[in-house]
Antibody
């Protein structure tokens, strides 16, 4: 059974760095073809893809966030991470991690999401 | 970036009816199109991938089709539990992009 769960700080101040953790089970990020992606959704709005990381440590980022994103993984502990630097109120959203598999895959399994609020 | 233009933004339908939601891709995405259902307070759930493949466990009243760069999600015999917001997503090229969503209300 594939499960994913996001965790984050809940609230942080503008200009700080947001650190998110995705803890998963039912698959391994050391397995060929596996990956984890991050997606966010402001309340009442649409979905925005942020980044993907693959079993071979290949990484892809949404260029709209320029160089603020860093995705990484800890294969031994079944975790993936996302850092967003210099946050502002526009980064307030629910952040999801999701599993991807194979070439050109959709997001087949999603975590429950973690709400992050940026406020001074 | 590939733009996904989704329509309508909202629709209202009755139980048992059939509805269609569409997404127009700004360029060829070679059938790499997924549909998700999202209920309030929940994470999105994958319904359809590769334009027309039904995800395991998804009722057969959901179906996907394509015509050129136009992709459609059809829901037959609407049930009360189908009230939700539906999103399309292209998974052909980076950056992955989503449609703006369609809110389906049951009368």
């Amino acid at each position: 059974q594939v499960t994913l769960k996001e965790s984050g700080p809940g609230i942080l101040q503008p200009s700080q760095t947001l650190s998110l953790t995705c803890t998963f089970s039912g698959f391994s990020l050391s397995t060929y073809g596996m990956g984890v992606g991050w997606i966010r959704q402001p309340s009442g709005k649409g979905l925005e893809w942020l980044a993907n990381i693959w079993w071979d440590d290949d990484k892809y980022y949404n260029p709209s966030l320029k160089n603020r994103l860093t995705i990484s993984k800890d294969t031994s502990n079944n975790q993936a991470f996302l850092k967003i630097t210099n946050v502002d109120t526009a980064d307030t959203a629910t952040y999801y991690c999701a599993r991807i598999e194979g070439s050109s895959p959709p997001f087949a399994y999603w975590g429950q999401g973690t709400l992050v609020t940026v406020s001074s | 970036d590939i733009q996904m233009t989704q329509s309508p933004a909202s629709l209202s339908a009755s139980l048992g009816e059939t509805v269609t939601i569409e997404c127009l891709a700004s360029e060829d995405i070679y059938s790499n199109l997924a549909w998700y259902q999202q209920k309030p307070g929940k994470s999105p759930q994958l319904l359809i991938y590769d334009a027309s493949s039904l995800q395991d466990g998804v009722p057969s009243r959901f179906s996907g089709s394509e015509s050129g760069t136009q992709y459609s999600l059809e829901i037959n015999s609407l049930q009360s539990e189908d009230a939700a917001t539906y999103f399309c997503q292209q998974h052909h090229d980076y950056p992955y992009t989503f449609g703006a969503g369609t809110k389906l209300e049951l009368k």
